[in-house]
């Protein structure tokens, strides 16, 4: 079976400030992905990233980046310098041998003028 | 292009009547999802497309549940004699393929389905 845990259940920072989002999945699958989506106020889920289990190589693309460390089965999200329009509930998502998605529970970001 | 779309965005029903909850893919996306995002519950799993056929329903949570896709393209999920631990929104989600591993997924606005 599939699980994946985010532990933060809210986070509230201030504008300008970085933050991270913890993730930690578990998987008996050898081959697999793993996601970060969005999902703003307006309530539809918009992918971010996308990162499978052969690819350790961390990524930077403007503000945010992700950290994934299969030796501790984690895979985070980091968004810098944060703005007002990052608040939104972010989920973490892994994908395998079953077709489908599991999510996480979620971590609801406000960030604070 | 166009992404994913829902209809209706909002549906409000009485226990007991049944509902049909409609998907349109991204055009020329072989591959379509269901889930349910409520409060309790978190985002779940419904059912899966490839092309017409539906290799998994394990998510589907009762027999009044029940999801069809016609021409590889439009999807329709019914819920027959709704309950009100039925209420949610419904996601709906679109891949090129269904290949292994997942394929990233698009999702739709959803359907806000409150039953009272």
């Known amino acids: 079976a599939q699980k994946v845990t985010q532990a933060q259940t809210e986070i509230s920072v201030v504008e300008k400030e970085d933050v991270t989002l913890d993730c930690v999945y578990e998987?008996?699958?050898?081959?697999?992905?793993l996601f970060w989506y969005k999902q703003p106020p307006s309530g539809e889920l918009v992918f971010l990233i996308r990162?499978?289990?052969?690819?350790?190589q961390n990524e930077i693309s403007g503000r945010y980046s992700w950290n994934f460390q299969k030796s501790t089965s984690s895979f985070n999200f980091t968004i810098t310098a944060s703005q007002v329009v990052d608040s939104a509930v972010y989920f973490c998502a892994l994908g395998g041998s079953a077709r489908q998605l599991t999510f996480g529970s979620g971590t609801q970001l406000t960030v604070l003028p | 292009g166009a992404g994913v779309s829902q209809s209706p965005s909002n549906k409000v029903t009485e226990k007991g009547k049944d509902v049909e909850l409609r998907c349109d893919p991204i055009s020329g996306h072989t591959a379509l999802y269901w889930y349910r995002q409520s409060l309790g519950q978190g985002l779940e799993f419904l059912i899966y497309f490839q092309g017409n056929s539906a290799p998994d329903k394990s998510g589907l949570p009762s027999d009044r549940f029940s999801a069809e896709r016609t021409g590889g393209s439009v999807s329709t999920l019914t819920i027959q004699r709704t309950q009100q631990e039925d209420s949610a929104v419904y996601l709906c989600a679109s891949s090129l393929t269904e290949g292994f591993p997942t394929d990233t997924q698009y999702f739709g606005p959803g359907t806000r389905l409150t039953v009272l």
């Open positions: 998987t008996r699958d050898t081959t697999y992905y």
């Open positions: 990162r499978n289990s052969f690819d350790e």
